[in-house]
């Protein structure tokens, strides 16, 4: 008696440790766009904040890279398509659409990507998905509608919200080359080994995108404002990438493995709600009441759609993948 006492105190720890870095986690990412906007207001690129982030983090995480060398000639593939989908392709387009509409709205917009993962299933795929999943899109369909205000014509930039779109699709692109084989067992790639490869493929990437030896490196040594208040940019860019970044992903990981798919589910989509109070209070973004609900149902929808068991005997849909999956295409944004 006093054995079950004990594993199932440690298992009791284990989880709430687990919830405490999930937690964590959320708030470093939701972070990212708050600090990323003031650089790119100030001057940036919004290509070249994206590629200081990227290859910041490839350079902190460079010893797993080296740790972790076999997965180059395991998983080739995997290490490209995270590293072009998830990393390059993801931030590149978030950061340009927060340079244009407010921080929550494209994450949320971002937040889509569950949904349209199970829009591939179904019609391209000709997989079967549950009902409960299709009413997840359903539902994150018509909270976007409320966020982007259609019924004034889109009150934001149209631009920027396709550029939002485009980081959502880079995820469904990541998710769906992810599915491919990534269920083997105990031969699964560790994920911080596939995120160190994936910085350093992005990073890759995005200098020959980006160019960043035409970078105004001036930028950096001032200051950038945050809704009236001056804070010195490097102190901005450290946060991207030390905590943003390299943080976020490592307590990211380290919580999924402690936690169930569903309640992975629930922290991840406190990104979104954290990015919005963050940008409401440090960068002045206010969104209207309609709004707000509206984001709410994207991310009941989102949630919905990525945690629904599939039908029984039917084919597994690729957005019931492993937590760990999903938090890798997180943008990351994020």
Not at 23 to 31: P, R
Not at 128 to 140: D, Q
Not at 189 to 207: C, E, F, H, R, S
Not at 299 to 306: C, E, K, N, S, V
Request: proline content about 5%.
């Amino acid at each position: 008696m006093p054995v079950h006492t004990s594993v199932s105190s440690q298992g009791n720890r284990g989880k709430g440790l687990g919830l405490g870095l999930a937690i964590g986690s959320a708030i470093a990412f939701g972070g990212s766009g708050v600090a990323a906007k003031p650089l790119i207001e100030a001057g940036l690129d919004p290509l070249h904040v994206v590629w200081l982030r990227v290859t910041g983090a490839a350079l902190v995480m460079l010893p797993l890279a080296v740790r972790h060398r076999a997965l180059l000639r395991r998983r080739p593939a995997l290490l490209a398509g995270f590293g072009l989908l998830g990393v390059a392709g993801v931030q590149a387009f978030y950061f340009a659409a927060i340079s244009r509409v407010p921080v929550g709205v494209a994450l949320l917009v971002e937040y889509l990507a569950p949904a349209l993962v199970l829009g591939w299933v179904r019609f391209v795929q000709r997989r079967p998905v549950t009902r409960a999943a299709a009413l997840g899109v359903v539902l994150a369909v018509g909270g976007l509608a409320c966020v982007v205000e259609v019924w004034s014509g889109l009150g934001f930039d149209a631009l920027g919200l396709l550029l939002a779109l485009a980081a959502a699709c880079c995820q469904v692109g990541y998710f769906v080359l992810s599915d491919q084989g990534s269920d083997s067992g105990d031969g699964a790639p560790d994920p911080l080994g596939v995120i160190a490869y994936g910085l350093l493929v992005g990073a890759a990437v995005l200098t020959v995108v980006a160019r960043p030896w035409g970078m105004d490196w001036s930028v950096l040594a001032h200051s950038a404002a945050m809704d009236g208040t001056d804070v010195p940019a490097w102190l901005l860019l450290a946060w991207i990438v030390l905590i943003a970044t390299v943080v976020a992903y490592v307590t990211g990981v380290v919580s999924v493995r402690r936690l169930s798919p569903q309640v992975a589910g629930v922290v991840a989509c406190l990104e979104a709600v954290i990015a919005t109070v963050l940008a409401w209070f440090l960068l002045g973004e206010h969104l209207s009441a309609p709004q707000i609900v509206g984001g709410a149902v994207v991310l009941l929808g989102a949630f919905i759609a990525q945690s629904s068991t599939p039908a029984k005997g039917s084919a597994e849909p690729v957005a019931t993948g492993s937590p760990e999956r999903e938090l890798s295409a997180r943008g990351t944004n994020a």
